[in-house]
């Protein structure tokens, strides 16, 4: 009984080292705990309770490695696609900056051809302006000189009528007014006897307008002298006054009617300019409005592109960053995800031959 026991205790280690054995073959990593599992089942004298406690422990380690690679993957498969899009929101969010950085500079450059021309105009404007007011002074300046020379005209044939009139129409006449007594200097030359450098006692006539003294010769009211004896007596020629006075009244009409013209042309363009004044002022306080409104915008434009720039750069090296971690966790993961079926695979192969030993060496029969 004895030499069969033993025999048959033979047997079943036997039958379990082959099992472990086939085990052992398709596996590297837990090659060396199935070969001592191996050894334990050549001895002599084999304690299947020690066996049985290392398969079983060989067991749980294979578990807890198979827990360990189900962790594992399910990390690498969620951090790398995590990382992944990460990596995609980051490269969108760089062109969506490199596209506002492109936009926002085409704009602040628009803005700023726009503020040279609006400045270009503005001085234009001034010029334009200054110009017309120095025009307007010229034609104003023009305006008072024929003004001042047309009345002055118009008062000398005033006064020409009026000394034909003293001789042809007396009733017509007007006469001259006196002026004030004489001056204290004026006194001491008659009373010296320079009676000639005396000032006639007739009120001097200024030109209306102006300090320039309206000179006329001064006629003798007294008859003229009778003609000489081969002449017939002196008669008033009546017929060619009148055509004399008539012209010189044609004159002094036309002058007046120019002088209207001129007034109404003066009028004219002053109130022109006047408009031209108001409308250049307003045109260029809305361009001066428009300059500050856009140098504003521009400078906006300005600092919210360099905000963008460095926004950018920040979110360079963030995706550089990212390309690392992501480089990392294909060196990591790599590996255990193009190797887990497999590898989930042998350990399930091992487990069932450890269990089929265990099973063996606890006296379950495989026939």
Known sequence: MGFLQKQSSSSVALRAHDLVAAAAKSDGVHKNQLALIQFSLKAKSVDFSKVIAQIDNMSAIMVSEQKDDDAQKDF????????EQQKSDTEESIASSEASIEEMMAASAALAAEIEQLNKDVKALDKAVADATQQRKEEHAEFLQYSTESNAAVQLIEKAKNRLFQFYRPNLHKAAPTRGPLTEE??????????????????????????QTLYVQIKDDAAPPPP?????????????????????????????????????????????????????????????????????????????????????????????????????????????????????????????SLKNAKSVLSGANFN
């Open 76 to 83: 690498c498969d969620k951090d790398m696609a995590k990382s």
């Open 186 to 211: 004026e006194r001491l030359l008659v009373a010296s006897g320079a009676d000639d450098m005396v000032v006639s006692t007739v009120a001097p006539q200024m030109i209306e307008g102006t300090t």
């Open 228 to 352: 000489p004896a081969t002449w017939d007596a002196y008669q008033k020629k009546d017929g060619k006054s009148n055509g004399v006075i008539a012209l010189m009244e044609m004159l002094a009409k036309e002058l007046t009617d120019d002088m209207t013209a001129a007034k109404h042309e003066e009028e004219t363009s002053q109130k022109d300019y006047e408009r031209l004044m108001a409308d250049s002022q307003a045109s260029r306080s809305q361009n001066v409005e428009s300059i500050t409104s856009k140098e504003a915008a521009k400078s906006d434009l300005d600092v919210n592109t360099e905000n963008t720039k460095q926004q950018k750069t920040s979110q360079t090296t963030e995706l550089a960053n990212i390309n690392g971690y992501i480089a990392q966790l294909h060196a990591n993961c790599d590996f255990l995800i193009d190797n887990y079926a497999l590898r989930k695979a042998a350990r399930e192969n091992e487990s069932e």
